[in-house]
Nanobody, 123 residues
């Protein structure tokens, strides 16, 4: 079992920045891929970004490419999501997730999830 805890959400004005953190504890396998998803009210959960735990390969949704950056600090078992140039449409609950295999973009392929952290962008 792996436990994931997100932090860093909050209220920010449009154009501002936030950095989300995801601390992983418990059993962690080097093959785990880490992802960030978000869910706005009345909408389905959507892929935001993903990173391989050991290899550092990254993927992004088109909607956040060039504004968000996913990174990890293996020594601290932490994955980050740096969010710049935030827009009102970025408002959502952001979730950290971990997977052993499957598609990095498909939420159902992730085995472990955090509780989520709210990000609200005011216009």
């Amino acid at each position: 079992q792996a436990q994931l805890v997100e932090s860093g959400g909050g209220l920010v004005q449009a154009g501002g920045s936030l950095r989300l953190s995801c601390l992983a504890s418990g059993r962690r396998r080097s093959s785990y891929r880490m992802g960030w998803f978000r869910q706005a009210p009345g909408k389905e959960r959507e892929f935001v970004a993903a990173i391989t735990w050991s290899g550092g390969l990254t993927w992004y949704a088109d909607s956040v490419k060039g504004r968000f950056t996913i990174s990890r600090d293996n020594a601290k078992n932490t994955v980050f999501l740096q969010m710049n140039s935030l827009k009102s449409e970025d408002t959502a609950v952001y979730y950290c997730a971990a997977q052993d295999s499957g598609s990095y973009i498909r939420a159902l392929d992730y085995e472990y999830w955090g509780q989520g952290t709210q990000v609200t962008v005011s216009s």
